[in-house]
């Protein structure tokens, strides 16, 4: 009798087992936060940064400029007012340092940004549109506003896979990309860029030796960006961004109009260092 009411315990222990085991083979795995969508308004694009006390410029005033702490066309030199009060400065080895003092009193000459090209990472700043997918998530980049240039523009992130041994090594402006999920964090590794880009306004110029980390998560409709990037050919140390916080576009209708077409009637007028 003993034995027999052994034998039954075991099968309903093996029974029950044989359920869990099934349970948990038919549970749906971890869902990863969706971040497709648009974002930015009130269209598409924009960002808010950590700091917004502005640095007025009185040092480097044009003789005719006027009103150098005023936002009037033609008259301020946004270079310098629109810079965040932060202390997130790309740190440069002490021989790039000229480099770019040069850049930066360049700006209207020099800067990438008046020439049709690409921003680059990560100074395209957070996406305008992603579309997330299993293998792979699509970042969409609407043209650049005021006197920037910028295309529209888009980048492929591959999901869970190495860097391809061929892109890898390319020399473009948005790199190749791999990214995987940390809990719900997107982190984004991109490598393979070209040293044509700047980090940010300020000559802050880069080498072919660049790598980005991004990381985006979602906080309820707002999308948290972080980027921190790598560069041992120029930089000290890792340069570590300010923190960006995008609002979720709702808009039914938004969308990233196509780019206008581009092209630099001033570049051969610049006689002067006045920037806007």
Known sequence: MQRRIQLLAAAAAFALSTIATAAVAQAPATRKPDLSGFWGGPNVGGSQGAGFDLIFPSRRCAPTQFECDARTNQSIDGEFTDRYDSPSRPLYKPEFWDRVQYLDMNTNKEDPLFKCQSYGIPRVGPPSRII?????????????????????????????????????????????????????????????????????????????????????????????????????????????????????????????????????????????????
């Open 132 to 276: 997330q997918m299993d293998k792979e998530v699509l970042i969409f980049y609407r043209a650049g506003a005021g006197a920037g240039t910028q295309p529209a523009d888009y980048r492929t992130i591959w999901m869970d896979q190495p860097h391809d041994p061929v892109r890898a090594i390319d020399v473009t402006f948005y790199g190749d990309s791999v990214g995987k999920w940390e809990g719900d964090t997107l982190v984004i590794d991109t490598v393979g860029f070209n040293d044509e880009t700047w980090l940010d306004k300020g000559g802050f110029f880069t080498s072919d030796q660049k790598r980005v980390i991004e990381r985006l998560r979602r906080e309820g409709d707002t999308l948290i960006y972080d980027v921190t990037v790598e560069d041992p050919g120029v930089l000290v140390e890792p340069w570590v961004m300010d923190t960006k916080r995008v609002p979720l576009n709702k808009d039914p209708k938004a969308f990233i109009p196509e780019s206008p077409p581009c092209h630099d009637y001033d570049l051969e007028n610049m006689v002067n260092q006045i920037r806007h």
